[in-house]
């Protein structure tokens, strides 16, 4: 079971694509994994022949065990333990014998008579084969009276939508991905102080600039608003490396690298893989590796390097027409910016009142690590990257 991020500690296998005996090659897709951040293929690290299956489908598995073997044909192995199953639940205690012949479970009443309803507009329901609950009733607390029913059968009203049978909830169990980001980000609520600056950039001059670019080219290689803002906010973090820092075992730990977390929502689950040393990578080449992330996340094909190393996280709800929120901050980093949509907004210029297009950005803060005041400063500097764009063009990795 390999590792895929730092959190992992067990994965659960959801299928097997190969059985034993069958060949497989060094790179191919052998089983689906449930990790606690998404389900994504395990390729197989050799060639050879599956010869054994040690966790089978629906089993979980701790990170470094062994859930399979692969060999050469003909090969013996040993034979390994399977996983533990879970242990039952208790079976809970029933009643003896007097207990029960003492006091009987009375039967469940039918629907229609835990419905007010005179008794003549029983007579008549149950004369047409009319479900009582169906109907709404005119007379005193709602009872049903001869005349509803009536009215019902005859078509003079339309009688009230029958409600849906069965239980009037449904329950499930949370997935692995939905438990360890309740997990994460209630640890992260209650450890991190949490503070939040906002600040309003203009987008004109960088959707000129994006026009610019993307006129003509590849659709594979556009450039998107979102690739904007990463390269602003990884060149600003170079001046504030209290916000591209952790809190780890009560030491400050500043990173080196700039790593971002790039949160991208799926059915399963909200996850952040990373785009390694951002700083050091031109526009075209974030752009690149974030669309690569995104594909891969879609298709399941993420790997376990994807999810490691993130020092600082970029959330993006503007695709979804979000004016502006404040996001939670994924542990153990330091900070995370909140982006909201660029929209056409009334603005007062020299006096006057003109339109242009504005973008909010909120930076959620560990109290702990850093300030309000340094916050402003980082977001101060990601604005004036985006309102300058060709900085993003022309600034020098190093």
Same mark, same amino acid.
């Given at each position: 079971?390999? !590792?895929?991020?730092?959190?992992?500690?067990?994965?659960?296998?959801?299928?097997?694509?190969?059985?034993?005996?069958?060949?497989?090659?060094?790179?191919?897709?052998?089983?689906?994994?449930?990790?606690?951040?998404?389900?994504?293929?395990?390729?197989?690290?050799?060639?050879?022949?599956?010869?054994?299956?040690?966790?089978?489908?629906?089993?979980?598995?701790? &990170?470094?065990?062994?859930?399979?073997?692969?060999?050469?044909?003909?090969?013996?192995?040993?034979?390994?333990? !399977?996983?533990?199953?879970?242990?039952?639940?208790?079976?809970?205690?029933?009643?003896?014998?007097?207990?029960?012949? #003492?006091?009987?479970?009375?039967?469940?009443?039918?629907?229609?008579?835990?419905? !007010?309803?005179?008794?003549?507009?029983?007579?008549?329901?149950?004369?047409?084969?009319?479900? /009582?609950?169906?109907?709404?009733?005119?007379?005193?607390?709602?009872?049903?009276?001869?005349?509803?029913?009536?009215?019902?059968?005859?078509?003079?009203?339309?009688?009230?939508?029958?409600?849906?049978?069965?239980?009037?909830?449904?329950?499930?169990? /949370?997935?692995?991905?939905?438990?360890?980001?309740?997990?994460?980000? =209630?640890?992260? *609520?209650?450890?991190?102080?949490?503070?939040?600056?906002?600040?309003?950039?203009?987008?004109?001059?960088?959707?000129?600039?994006?026009?610019?670019?993307? #006129?003509?080219?590849?659709?594979?290689?556009?450039?998107?608003?979102?690739?904007?803002? /990463?390269?602003?906010?990884?060149?600003?973090?170079?001046?504030?490396?209290?916000?591209?820092?952790? $809190?780890?075992?009560?030491?400050?730990?500043?990173?080196?690298?700039?790593?971002?977390?790039?949160?991208?929502?799926?059915?399963?689950?909200?996850?952040?893989?990373?785009?390694?040393?951002?700083?050091?990578?031109?526009? #075209?080449?974030?752009?690149?590796?974030?669309?690569?992330?995104?594909?891969?996340?879609?298709?399941?094909? $993420?790997?376990?390097?994807?999810?490691?190393?993130?020092?600082?996280?970029?959330?993006? /709800?503007?695709?979804?027409?979000?004016?502006?929120?404040?996001?939670?901050?994924?542990?153990?980093?330091?900070?995370?910016?909140?982006?909201?949509?660029? *929209?056409?907004?009334?603005?007062? *210029?020299?006096? !006057?009142?003109?339109?242009?297009?504005?973008?909010?950005?909120?930076?959620?803060?560990?109290?702990?690590?850093?300030?309000?005041?340094?916050?402003?400063?980082?977001?101060?500097?990601?604005?004036? $990257?985006?309102?300058?764009? &060709? =900085?993003?063009?022309?600034?020098?990795?190093?």
């Amino acid at each position: 079971m390999p !590792k895929m991020g730092d959190a992992m500690t067990e994965g659960k296998v959801l299928q097997w694509k190969k059985r034993p005996g069958d060949a497989v090659s060094k790179g191919e897709p052998i089983a689906e994994i449930e990790t606690d951040k998404v389900n994504v293929d395990l390729e197989a690290e050799d060639g050879g022949v599956l010869l054994q299956i040690v966790v089978g489908e629906g089993e979980t598995a701790e &990170v470094g065990s062994t859930i399979a073997v692969i060999g050469e044909p003909g090969q013996k192995v040993e034979p390994r333990p !399977k996983a533990q199953p879970a242990k039952p639940e208790p079976q809970r205690a029933q009643p003896d014998a007097a207990t029960s012949s #003492a006091a009987p479970t009375p039967p469940a009443a039918r629907p229609d008579e835990r419905v !007010k309803a005179s008794p003549v507009a029983r007579k008549v329901a149950a004369d047409h084969g009319i479900d /009582l609950s169906t109907i709404r009733g005119t007379g005193p607390d709602g009872r049903i009276t001869k005349e509803d029913v009536e009215a019902a059968v005859g078509g003079g009203r339309q009688s009230a939508p029958a409600a849906p049978a069965g239980a009037e909830f449904e329950e499930q169990p /949370l997935t692995k991905i939905r438990q360890t980001i309740a997990k994460r980000m =209630l640890d992260s *609520k209650q450890q991190a102080p949490h503070f939040y600056v906002s600040i309003t950039v203009t987008m004109d001059e960088a959707l000129r600039v994006r026009q610019q670019l993307n #006129a003509g080219g590849n659709d594979r290689r556009k450039i998107s608003i979102n690739d904007l803002v /990463l390269r602003a906010a990884a060149l600003a973090l170079r001046s504030f490396p209290n916000l591209n820092a952790a $809190l780890v075992n009560g030491q400050l730990r500043r990173h080196r690298r700039i790593n971002l977390a790039v949160a991208i929502a799926l059915p399963e689950g909200l996850i952040a893989p990373v785009i390694h040393d951002a700083d050091r990578k031109s526009l #075209a080449a974030i752009a690149e590796a974030a669309r690569a992330l995104g594909e891969r996340a879609r298709s399941g094909r $993420l790997r376990g390097e994807d999810y490691e190393g993130g020092t600082f996280t970029v959330s993006n /709800l503007g695709m979804y027409d979000v004016d502006s929120f404040v996001a939670i901050i994924n542990p153990p980093h330091a900070a995370i910016l909140a982006v909201g949509s660029a *929209k056409p907004t009334p603005i007062v *210029k020299d006096g !006057k009142v003109d339109v242009a297009t504005m973008m909010n950005l909120t930076v959620s803060g560990d109290h702990r690590v850093t300030d309000g005041a340094e916050a402003a400063r980082f977001l101060g500097e990601v604005k004036r $990257l985006l309102e300058n764009p &060709v =900085l993003l063009l022309t600034e020098a990795a190093r």
